[in-house]
């Protein structure tokens, strides 16, 4: 199992720049692709960005593109979620996500973002 901490939310006004991480513990040596996902009050989850473990393939949605960049250092087995440009809609418990070999997921327990008008 792949265990997932996140850290680096708080309150941000518009415009600002906030940068989340997430280290990665456990079986860390099955992991292939790793990514952020948020979920507003009332809202879906839903799927920021994500990237391969070696640190390519990356894939944003349309939401966040140019505005958000993604990255990972295997040494430190933390994945990052830069987020620049911030709007109010941004507001959302941010999430860290995995994938491993062996269709095996896991999800750390959320840090909140929160941007004022």
């Known amino acids: 199992q792949v265990q997932l901490a996140e850290s680096g939310g708080g309150l941000v006004q518009a415009g600002g720049s906030l940068k989340l991480s997430c280290a990665a513990s456990g079986r860390t040596f099955s992991l292939y692709r790793l990514g952020w996902s948020r979920q507003a009050p009332g809202n879906e989850r839903e799927d920021v960005a994500t990237i391969g473990w070696s640190g390519g393939s990356t894939v944003y949605s349309d939401s966040v593109k140019g505005r958000f960049s993604i990255s990972v250092d295997t040494a430190r087995r933390t994945v990052y979620l830069q987020m620049n440009s911030l709007k109010p809609e941004d507001t959302a418990v941010y999430y860290c996500?995995?994938?491993?070999?062996?269709?095996?997921?896991?999800w750390g327990q959320g840090t909140q973002v929160t941007v004022s008008s």
């Open positions: 996500r995995s994938w491993s070999y062996g269709a095996e997921e896991s």
